[in-house]
């Protein structure tokens, strides 16, 4: 016959710890998405395309609730840096006419065709960015709870 016997001491204790872990959670959650959207806000400001700073000042990301976060780039223009824009037609709408110049030559049409934009994705690299620091940074924040609660 093989038996084994276990027995948990200090149960109580633990009890009582995993009581205050249980309450220090969702702050921690808090935390970990604030940071790891401030990082990816970073990240965001790094790649996107600069002109005018207008897009770049407008990243930005909070927690909407204690366990999620919003991450955005709020510039009218951010989806078509983000993803680019296909082939289209430009028409004039406030105007007659589209006013443009050539090689020097300034000429005037009621629509013109637009070979379309590439992509320079910025915030799909720093949401995955985002997605990636999550689970360390939350693993970090939980064991220095549980090391204030006493276990090691």
């Known amino acids: 016959m093989v038996e084994f016997r ?6 109580d204790e633990m009890i009582n710890a995993l009581h205050s872990f249980d ?3 969702t702050p921690l ?3 970990t998405l604030d940071e790891a959207g401030n990082i990816g806000v970073i990240s965001a400001q790094a790649l996107a395309r600069v002109r005018t700073g207008y897009m770049r000042a407008n990243i930005f990301s909070y927690t ?3 366990t999620s976060l919003r991450f955005i780039s709020a510039a009218d223009y951010s989806a078509v840096i983000e993803f680019g824009s296909r082939p289209h037609v430009i028409r004039a709408v406030r105007a007659k006419y589209l006013r443009f110049e050539k090689d020097g030559e300034v000429f005037y049409r009621k629509s013109v065709w637009h070979p ?20 360390p940074l939350f693993i970090e924040k939980v064991r ?6 006493g276990f090691s």
């Open 6 to 11: 276990f027995e948990f001491r200090g149960l």
């Open 23 to 25: 309450a220090g959670i």
């Open 29 to 31: 959650i808090t935390e």
């Open 64 to 66: 909407e609730t204690p």
């Open 116 to 135: 379309g934009t590439r992509s320079y994705p910025f915030m799909m690299p720093a949401k995955d960015r985002i997605l990636r620091l999550i689970p």
């Open 144 to 149: 220095a709870l549980l090391r204030v609660v």
